[in-house]
């Protein structure tokens, strides 16, 4: 894709969503964090339902850590591996409590070396909770780069890398969210909505119809 359709494909999606944002809840980027560990394989809709429980209850690092496991357990039960996921969230709220003074570094190393914390949450934090201009690539993400031609990879780290390079600068802070957003509703693995697309004439995409083959 040429410099010039990337930047008009980018320009169109700002101007259907100027104020693109994650759909998690979340008020600090300690509650983005957990939220994000819980959400692996599992959806925002389900996370939301479990911190909209849990967060009035223990919404930072030592509160969730005096829960302990089986206690965190019993809010985030309704959403996928909950166990391991209680497990990462408390070893993390230790580590944020011992070595962090129970904040969220702003750090892509330290974020990382949390538990349950890996590079796609890590960007995740660094870009919805401090605006830092990094790239998510999630399985959303890397279908949508792929499709429309903005950064062709056969991993995650090759698409997050060419995302990097050719989304314009004045759009790379908010890129994240507007490729996630047009993946979860437009770019469908199964059925993509090729016909109603504000970017169609602008992406690599050659069936573009409904109803073709998830991308391997």
């Not at 998690?24 to 957990?34: A, C, H, N, R, V």
């Not at 990094?134 to 780290?157: E, S």
């Not at 469908?188 to 504000?198: E, G, I, R």
């Not at 602008?202 to 391997?216: D, E, N, S, Y």
Request: hydrophobic share 40%.
């Amino acid at each position: 894709m040429k410099p010039a359709a990337r930047h008009e494909l980018f320009r169109r999606l700002r101007e259907l969503n100027p104020h693109p944002t994650t759909e998690l809840d979340y008020t600090t980027p300690f509650e983005l964090l957990i939220a994000v560990i819980l959400s692996a394989q599992t959806t925002d809709v389900g996370v939301n339902k479990a911190t909209r429980k849990l967060y009035p209850v223990a919404n930072t690092a030592a509160q969730i850590l005096a829960l302990g496991e089986e206690g965190l357990k019993r809010y985030i039960a309704t959403i996928g591996l909950f166990n391991a996921k209680a497990k990462n969230v408390i070893a993390t709220c230790r580590i944020l409590v011992e070595q962090y003074g129970g904040e969220v570094p702003r750090d892509r190393e330290a974020l990382e070396a949390l538990p349950g914390v890996g590079r796609k949450t890590a960007n995740v934090v660094l870009n919805t909770a401090f605006g830092e201009p990094t790239m998510a690539v999630d399985t959303h993400i890397f279908r949508v780069a792929n499709r429309t031609g903005l950064a062709k990879g056969k991993t995650p780290l090759a698409v997050e890398k060419g995302l990097l390079k050719n989304v314009p600068q004045e759009f790379l802070k908010d890129a994240h969210h507007w490729l996630i957003l047009h993946g979860r509703y437009v770019c469908k693995a199964l059925k993509p909505q090729c016909p109603t697309c504000v970017i169609r004439d602008l992406c690599a995409f050659k069936p573009k119809t409904p109803g073709v083959p998830p991308m391997p």
